[in-house]
């Protein structure tokens, strides 16, 4: 059996990955911003939209008080 045959390990590999190269965090809020940041990076993969534009999209929205499109999250 390889490794990489379960689907949840699959999607948790780059998070492991990106964990071990970096050395982890040294704070709690460290850890909530990359719990988020990664968990927004696996959301785009599987709905085919790149990270980084929805990103500023949010931000955005975030600082002109307004709340970003997130529709697309829920679509299958």
């Known amino acids: 059996v390889t ?9 948790l590999r780059f998070a492991v990955l990106w964990r071990k ?5 040294k704070s709690e809020k460290g850890d909530r911003w990359v719990e988020r940041i990664l ?3 696996q959301t785009c993969l599987v709905r085919g939209r790149q990270t980084f534009p929805v990103l500023v999209e949010a931000m955005t929205c975030y600082f002109k008080g307004l709340q970003p499109d997130i529709a697309w999250i829920s679509q299958a």
């Open 21 to 25: 190269r970096s050395l982890g965090t």
């Open 3 to 11: 490794p990489t045959n379960n689907h949840a390990e699959r999607v």
């Open 39 to 41: 968990s927004l990076r």
